[in-house]
């Protein structure tokens, strides 16, 4: 009933909207048309009488005069005419003429001192007159000048007769439209869902039993794909009913929160001694040259945010690019070293890339055409034949780097990570098929619509059902991932368990949310020796009541411009808050080579400029961008201090700034404005979310959340750290090193399992 109300209000606005823009143009025109008629006819008029006028003014026969423009009296639509001399005067007018219209005009005036005619539409009481004067010449000197008064009411009861009709036409369709839009959607839509809906319920009582093929009510063909879906979710319901029950029949057991010791003890029931292999392009710790010294630095980037906490747990192997100037210096003959710095956990191996290896494989392929594949945020990947060469050469050098290390195991454990080494888990099980092989997708995963667009789609495609397990942040990108599959490659899916079966090799599809490594403090929290708010306001130079922050790597997809605009809109909606809030923007430059990102940090400085420039003062300014490799002790006490933080990505797998965030308010304070475009606005629910392409909004969420009363401030951040404390980064590798570990590599092809 509401759909059908929805769209008879709908449809009804709509006709609406087109009989009025319709009476609107149709009014104006008839408007346009009679004015131009009135116009015309004047000019006429006046062309005509000023032949008779001009010999009396002339031979000063006033009698004459006066007798020539009674002549003008009760005619139709016609008021009369007045005649005025050189300075205004009249001279003559017609006498049943309205006192107030034959007085002296400023229309008279103008039209002495210009020597050109003119008309305007004057009100006299209910009615409208249009006044026409032209001047009077002899031998090109002006004598005076003549004026017609024309009724020009008739034009608007025109107008209104137009109106009237218009609206009882709408009426009218109106209700046709109504009539026959009740009748389709009764017959078509709501009549077949309504049986389909009886033959869903019978399912779900036992009344019906879900055949193959379905014994379904006779219905329009058009319905075909909603029948078909809702036999496969009744047959889903079945099964998960049995699970469920199967489940309930068990006793409950709370389960005890993730933590670094849980991971470590369950990584060493699972694994029986295993080392875990660990592949990127980014490495965790890269070394650069700080004048005559080396410094050691932590990438940006959830990547690293998120895995490096495991590897210490896990004591494992991290196959990496080395990206620093001074990373040969660091290494030992096997071109390996242990990390972090100062207390090693586990060891680094750097796989080495000539210039241009990395300008084709890494800032071509990788992000100038896979990146901006995968994201939707509206730039074109540019995709190349020589980046994808070097693209397949790089990944190739990682297997080799690999196979080196994993000799003489037994069923290796190795992770993959991310678009950079798509077709690594395809190389890897080339030389070894006993590998068990995960790799995990940071990035969303298009439609296959947009994918569809890589010249290279099948091989990137079977590269990645290589592994064993693929990984994603959220069901809806497995989705995606399966689609795409069905529409590009010849292969069996299994929608129930959600695997893809190819060549006798199955891959499970899996959504496995990433977080950061939280957990309850055992002692007194970091963030007591951190520096106060005052102490950072103090660092930069500005006085406010309110911070707020952003931290990102500098990347078109952060939604960066967007956030400054929102910002400055928020001062112009309420300046009140000038001099009061100031927003630090952490941002780390990121693929400086690609000129698409050159343009973006040159667009957000000048932002940023323009921003400051028009609202700063000598002691404030509304926005401090903070250009730098920030460290995560350098970014804690920004997480702490502020009122808020701002994630406005435009498209984002996970996004572990916003979770970071809420980690570092162990005051539960602190508001949360997350972009619905990121996979942790489906599990940070307490946030405000917006939509970073909604400025508007943004600048309304900016204002909500430093309105935001305390005490809904402190409910908001406690639920999500509580989410945050049970999905943490050691449920999420306990869950996918746990479940690569337990799966059973056959020969024929069967669904692996997956751990529970």
Known sequence: MKITVRLVVSLVLVVGLAAMGFSLYQVREERVRLTSD??????IL??????????LITSDSSTKLNLLVQRFRNRERFQGIAVHDVRGQILASTTDLDPQLSRSIPQVVHVLSEGHPAGSFI??????IYLYTSPLLFEDKTIGALTLFQDASYIDIRLEEIGRRNLISFLILSVLVVSITLLVVRWSITGPIAQLSGWMRDLRTGKTRVTKPAVLPKMDAALNPLI????RMAKSLTIARARADK???????????WTADRLRDHMRAELGGKKLYLVSNREPYLHEKDGPGIRCIVPAGGLVTALDPVMRVCDGLWIAHGSGDADREKVDGNNKLRVPPGEPAYTLKRVWLTREEENGYYYGFANEGLWPLCHITHNRPEFRLEDWTYYRKVNEKFADALLEEIVGEEAPLVLVQDYHLALLPSLIKEKRPDAKVAIFWHIPWPNPEAYGICPWRQEI??????????????????????ETVDRFLESKIDWEHFSVTRGGHSTLIKPFPISVSFELPTGAPASETWPTKEDLLRRLGVEVEYLGVGVDRIDYTKGIPERFRAIERFFEKYPEYLGRFTFVELGAPSRTHIKKYRDLMTEIEEAVEKINWRFRTKTWMPIVFLKAHHTHETIGPYYRASDLCMVTSLHDGMNLVAKEFVAARDDDDGVLILSQFTGASRELKDAVIVNPYDIEQMADAIHLSLEMPPEERRDRMGRMRENLLEYNIYRWAGKLIAGLARLRLTENASTPEAAP
């Open 46 to 55: 006046a062309d005509s009488i000023q032949e008779s006028v001009v010999p």
């Open 461 to 482: 495609l079977q590269g990645m059902l290589g592994s064993d397990i693929i990984g994603f942040h959220i069901q809806f990108h497995c989705n995606n991932f399966l």
């Open 247 to 257: 489940v309930s029949s068990q006793p409950v057991r709370a389960e005890s929160p």
């Open 123 to 128: 009100y006299t009481g209910d009615r409208r």
């Open 228 to 231: 078909s879906e809702a036999s």
């Open 38 to 43: 009135l116009e015309r006819r004047s000019i």
